[in-house]
């Protein structure tokens, strides 16, 4: 007979008693957002994407071409925009309606 020392959390939801570790990870499951690229394919951090269109990139005096592929995406907190690093452009943010994953 084994001892369990998890600690347990009542569920509102579902109206039981559940380990407080799987409430936890269900919490943050739900929390998650989903960013999907120009054709609904869902993005994560580390993908690589290229641009569906040429886009000028305000402040840069540069205008990123169609097909440029950009390495090593970051998620945000807003399903529309990704963070990216691009060469010669500091904190490149992109909508996700111009990109396509690779």
Do not use: H
């Amino acid at each position: 007979m084994s001892e369990n020392n998890d600690e347990y959390v009542y569920d509102e939801a579902t109206g039981e008693w559940r380990p407080a570790s799987e409430a936890a990870a269900a919490a943050a499951a739900a929390s998650q957002v989903e960013v999907r690229d120009a054709s609904g394919n869902i993005l994560a951090d580390g993908d690589s994407v290229a641009l569906i269109k040429d886009l000028k990139v305000k402040g840069a005096g540069q205008t990123l071409k169609q097909g440029t592929v950009i390495r090593s995406i970051r998620l945000t907190g807003n399903p529309e925009e990704i963070d990216c690093k691009f060469d010669g452009i500091k904190g490149l943010v992109l909508r996700t309606e111009f990109v396509r994953k690779r």
